[in-house]
């Protein structure tokens, strides 16, 4: 070896070795790290696949060395970031919504009201997912939360209608029929206008389950709505509205 001292044998320098190593290391968030990965299925979820082999994974990490550990990347990873995200900006947006309602309906029984409603979408996506064996991921969780939106939508539309009816003099029972006869045809046409649109877009492989979901839980939601909202309206309303008579 040359120096600018001279020549130099190597062996004065340290030992010499050959050995076999890895010609690119590997980092993950700056760390040497080794990736294993495949290919799934044809209809198999990457999700499902973690799940499967979640006992195998942590019976490796009880042997692992000190300093060594397992991460799971990937469609799993992703999947969490994204719903740590979204779960990250519900509560603010939860009380944006009830803020908006209160603004909106002016009394708090009318607010639980609409609440309630947006749970009659689980019934459809459920029983949707269930059918067409979609998994419940991220987009999925996308479409629930968006559902329920158009459900209380449905709702509120319902609802003011009603105590538009009795404003004007008609008692609770001819303003909760007419109103369920009156809206029934415009919240039905909104529903199938959006089931039919969302309908090329359930075959879609990352849209697919979302769309699943928005088309069962609305056509269910949309008919348990139009059932069910007036018959609880007459039973939470009946009762003051006969206090209010006997005053």
Same mark, same amino acid.
Do not use: R
């Given at each position: 070896m040359?120096?600018? @001292? $001279?020549?130099? &044998? =190597?062996? %004065?320098?340290?030992?010499?070795e050959i050995k076999q190593i890895f010609p690119v290391i590997w980092r993950r968030n700056g760390e040497p790290? !080794?990736?294993? %990965?495949?290919?799934? @299925?044809?209809?198999? *979820?990457?999700? *499902? !696949?973690? *799940?499967?082999?979640?006992?195998k994974i942590d019976n490796i990490k009880k042997h692992l060395p000190y300093g060594y550990r397992v991460e799971v990347g990937g469609d799993a990873e992703l999947s969490q970031t994204a719903n740590d995200a979204i779960f990250a900006l519900l509560?603010?947006?939860? $009380?944006? @919504? =009830?803020?908006?309602? @209160?603004?909106?309906?002016q009394k708090f029984s009318r607010v639980v009201l609409v609440l309630c409603s947006s &749970?009659? $979408?689980?019934?459809?996506?459920? =029983?949707? =997912?269930l059918i067409f064996k979609a998994p419940f991921g991220f987009v999925a969780l996308l479409g629930l939360i968006a559902l329920a939106g158009m459900i209380m939508r449905n709702t509120i539309l319902l609802v003011d209608q009603i105590e538009y009816n009795k404003y004007n003099g008609l008692t609770l029972n001819a303003s909760v029929i007419d109103a369920t006869i009156l809206r029934a045809r415009p919240v039905i046409l909104?529903?199938?206008a959006s089931v039919f649109a969302f309908i090329p877009l359930a075959f879609n492989i990352f849209w697919g389950p979302m769309a699943i979901v928005m088309i069962g839980g609305l056509s269910v939601a949309t008919f348990l709505t139009l059932l069910s909202l007036p018959? &609880?309206?007459l039973i939470i309303f009946s009762d003051k509205q006969k206090d209010k008579a006997a005053q």
């Open positions: 040359q120096t600018q @001292m $001279g020549n130099v &044998f =190597l062996g %004065q320098l340290g030992s010499l790290c !080794i990736t294993v %990965q495949s290919d799934v @299925m044809p209809g198999v *979820e990457p999700l *499902e !696949i973690v *799940e499967q082999i979640k006992q509560p603010p947006t939860i $009380g944006i @919504m =009830l803020l908006v309602l @209160m603004l909106q309906l &749970f009659l $979408g689980l019934i459809g996506a459920v =029983l949707a =997912l909104t529903a199938l018959a &609880f309206y």
